[in-house]
C-alpha cells in the first residue's frame, strides 16, 4: 500500500503506508555515500539481514533523478474533475473486462478479505493501469538515494531494511526488485513496510509476487484494506466508514475520492 503528508507519491499515481519491521538506525544521512552504504549494510546485519543480501548495496550510486522528483511531487493538487474523471474513463472498460475475467478470484478474495472486486480493480488501475505501468527503477537504488538523503532519512531506512527483508525471504532477488522512482514495488505499488506487513501469497506458490502473480496482487491489496480497518459489506461512498479506510491507501483527498467514484461506477451505483 514517497512521503508528504504521511506521504503522497507514488511510482505513477499512488502510494502506500505501513509499520515498519525494524527500529531506528542509527547511519547518518548525508557527507559520503559509500561511507554511508557501508555503516548501513553493518548495521542491517547486525538486526538480521544477511551477509550476501546486504552485500547488494554494495555498487549503487545515488539516483539523482529520485531526490528531483521527491521534491517536485503536486499532481494531486488538481482537481477530482482534472485528476480523477479522466483516470475513471480511460480505464473503466478494461475495468469492466477484467472483473468479469477474473469474477471468480475477486469472489474468493471477497469472501477472504471482505473487500468488493471493484474495489481493489479499481485501485489495480490507479495505480499502474493493470500492470502496465509498474516502474524499472532499482528499488534498492531508489530507496538507498532517499535513505542517505536527510529529507526522511529515518523513514526511508526502514525501508530499506524491509526491501532486503523481502530479499532474503526469497520473494524476489535484487535485480528483480524493482518498481517506481520512491520504491514502490508492483502492480498496486506497495512500499516495502506494506509488502512485509501485507503481502500474501494468494497463489499458493510459495512466494508474494506483486510484481507479477495477478492472485496476489488483488488479494494483497484486499489485505492491506483490511489491516486499515474495512468493514465487510459496509458502504465506501464520502462519509462512510470505508471511504475513511481509502484513505490509509493514500492520503491525497483526490485520489481517496477517484478509487471510490471508480469501484462505485464498476458496481453500477
Not at 542517505?148 to 526511508?156: A, I, L, M, N, V
Amino acid at each position: 500500500m514517497a512521503f508528504c503528508s504521511k506521504h503522497v507519491v507514488g511510482g505513477l499515481f499512488g502510494v502506500l503506508f505501513g509499520v515498519h519491521s525494524f527500529s531506528a538506525l542509527a547511519a547518518q544521512c548525508g557527507g559520503d555515500f559509500g561511507a554511508w552504504v557501508t555503516t548501513f549494510q553493518r548495521e542491517a546485519v547486525g538486526k538480521g539481514i544477511s551477509q550476501r543480501t546486504a552485500a547488494a548495496l554494495s555498487n549503487l550510486i545515488p539516483d539523482p533523478q529520485v531526490l528531483a522528483l521527491d521534491r517536485r511531487q503536486g499532481h494531486f493538487k488538481r482537481s477530482f474533475e482534472e485528476f480523477g474523471l479522466p483516470r475513471i474513463n480511460q480505464r473503466i472498460g478494461k475495468a469492466r473486462s477484467l472483473m468479469k475475467q477474473h469474477a471468480a478470484l475477486l469472489s474468493r478474495i471477497e469472501q477472504q478479505y471482505g473487500v468488493p472486486g471493484a474495489v481493489v480493480i479499481a485501485i489495480w488501475g490507479l495505480e499502474t493501469d493493470f500492470g502496465v505501468n509498474q516502474g524499472k527503477q532499482s528499488a534498492l537504488r531508489s530507496l538507498a538515494t532517499l535513505a542517505h538523503d536527510c529529507r526522511r532519512t529515518e523513514r526511508f531506512q526502514n525501508e530499506l531494511l524491509d526491501a532486503l527483508s523481502i530479499i532474503d525471504r526469497g520473494d524476489y532477488t535484487p535485480d528483480q526488485l524493482k518498481g517506481a522512482w520512491a520504491g514502490e514495488i508492483g502492480q498496486t505499488q506497495f512500499l516495502p513496510s506494506s509488502f512485509v506487513k501485507f503481502a500474501v501469497d494468494f497463489d499458493g506458490n510459495g512466494r508474494r509476487d506483486l510484481i507479477r502473480s495477478v492472485p496476489d496482487v488483488l488479494a494483497s491489496t484486499a489485505n492491506y484494506l483490511r489491516g486499515y480497518g474495512w468493514q465487510r459489506g459496509a458502504p465506501f461512498t464520502e462519509g462512510a466508514r470505508n471511504y475513511e479506510v481509502l484513505k490509509e491507501w493514500n492520503k491525497s483527498l483526490v485520489y481517496q475520492k477517484t478509487i471510490s467514484v471508480f469501484a462505485n461506477r464498476l458496481m453500477g451505483e
